[in-house]
């Protein structure tokens, strides 16, 4: 399992060390420059000043060097050396090349008053850097008209790098061993602040744990200061935290609910078997026991059909057969279903149609027991003489169709909430045993599968009327 944590830890960690090591790098390689630009320079500077030694008289050039004054070039083991030639032969050379006959610095030929740096081996053995200068000597102004043309002259100097790469050496361990350091203590600081930054994450990790769903709703809170990132997600587990208590509630009541729709016919059905074994010669039990057992059985079926029904309507699993169908044709055909338990169907639904084609894409069983829920709920809960309006109409949605009708007990706002629930049913109406408080439920899950769009309102104390949507993508409009 992967840790958002360490995640970000090492993250940051590669980000910040690759900036480091890129900074130190660019010091290091400035140090470098720097100081070979340094060395160089004081390469120089000793070119220039032996340079000035260097004198022309009438007699013939001169070269006035005192050791004492430069011993660098003396024969100590670690001598510097430098080396004069004038025209193709040597003028004058160090005291410290005395010890290597034969061994000439380096000499290149170059443009009159040009220098030439070049990393070399010295006659010892030693790294160096040599110094190539070819100049011409300076004449006095008194004796330019004397002397005339004087011959060029070249001056190398060589002086060993040793110490120059030892402290190189020093100055680059020392950066690398900065670098480390600054690595490890930026890694612990990002260790401390991501650590910090995640403990309102951690309080809602802790908040979340002490939610116990089955007792009264606590809202995920926090005592510590609130971030804008957190609270979206508090909010959220909030929302989840109180449907999931709500649909435990639900999940026991519809428990309670099919316990009493089931306890009543199981009931029956033992008080008649005890009855009539008690009394089984009794002829006016026996009669009637074998029909009143099938009608409490049927009842049971009906409960059963329906939670099924209802278990299936809710399943994503479910199948359907969508096909160009005509709603009026299937309201026709559900009213007609309907005749044999309301005699006066026909003259109560009063039907307005407004669509010229009143056409749908959508399956055929679900729009069907749609209509007849419905249809039958209108039916049973309006006064027996009323008139139901069913309005068929279409727009830039969908197509769509109301039932409006009148209602023999009126609902409350909070009855009205809870009108989809499964078994749910107003207390006045709990003991008839002929409705059990599942057909709006099936008809609201069996729409949200189809993609329609169901709704219900009261348009006075004692009216309501329920609308279906079939959207666009399921309606074909003319």
Request: some cysteine; aromatic content about 8%.
């Amino acid at each position: 399992m992967r840790s958002l944590t360490i995640n970000l830890v090492n993250t940051m960690t590669y980000v910040v060390s690759a900036m480091l090591i890129l900074v130190f790098l660019a010091i290091d390689i400035s140090i470098d420059n720097w100081v070979d630009v340094e060395f160089d320079s004081a390469l120089t500077d000793k070119s220039n000043y032996l340079k000035t030694l260097v004198k022309v008289t009438p007699e013939g050039t001169e070269f006035d060097f005192a050791g004492e004054f430069m011993p660098e070039f003396g024969t100590s083991t670690k001598a510097s050396f430098f080396q004069l030639w004038q025209g193709s032969s040597v003028f004058e050379r160090s005291e410290s090349l005395r010890n290597f006959e034969g061994v000439d610095l380096l000499k290149k030929d170059m443009p009159i008053n040009s220098a030439f740096f070049a990393d070399v081996v010295l006659p010892d053995g030693r790294d160096g850097r040599a110094m190539v200068s070819y100049f011409e000597p300076q004449v006095p102004k008194v004796d330019r008209e004397i002397i005339g043309q004087v011959d060029p002259m070249w001056l190398t100097i060589a002086i060993t790098t040793e110490d120059l790469s030892q402290i190189l050496v020093i100055i680059d361990s020392s950066l690398a061993i900065g670098l480390l350091l600054v690595i490890v203590l930026i890694r612990w600081a990002v260790v401390k602040v991501i650590h910090r930054g995640l403990t309102p994450l951690n309080e809602l990790n802790v908040s979340l744990k002490s939610v116990d769903v089955t007792k009264k709703y606590i809202p995920l809170s926090s005592e510590s200061e609130r971030y804008l990132e957190i609270e979206p997600i508090r909010n959220e587990l909030n929302k989840f935290v109180k449907i999931s208590q709500q649909y435990l509630q639900t999940e026991k009541r519809i428990t309670a609910d099919i316990a009493h729709e089931l306890k009543t016919p199981i009931s029956e059905l033992i008080s008649l078997s005890e009855i009539y074994i008690r009394y089984p010669d009794d002829q006016r039990i026996g009669v009637s026991y074998k029909q009143d057992v099938l009608n409490i059985s049927l009842r049971m079926k009906t409960i059963v059909n329906n939670l099924l029904l209802l278990q299936q309507a809710t399943s994503e699993n479910i199948n359907l057969h969508r096909q160009h169908i005509n709603i009026k044709t299937v309201m026709d055909q559900v009213i007609n279903e309907l005749a044999f338990k309301y005699s006066t169907i026909h003259s109560r639904l009063n039907i307005e149609n407004s669509v010229l084609d009143p056409s749908c894409l959508a399956d055929e069983f679900s729009l069907h027991l749609i209509l007849t829920n419905l249809f039958d709920n209108a039916l049973y809960y309006s006064p027996p003489k009323s008139e139901i309006q069913i309005r068929l109409d279409s727009d830039n949605k969908g197509l769509k169709f109301n039932i409006e009708n009148q209602l023999v007990t009126s609902i409350n706002a909070n009855d009205l909430e809870r009108l989809t629930l499964p078994l749910f049913q107003a207390e006045q109406s709990r003991s008839n045993s002929e409705r059990h408080g599942l057909g709006l439920a099936i008809v609201e899950n069996i729409a949200k599968v189809n993609g329609f769009e169901f709704s219900f309102e009261l348009v006075s104390d004692d009216k309501i009327v329920f609308a279906v949507l079939i959207p666009n993508s399921h309606a074909a409009m003319v």
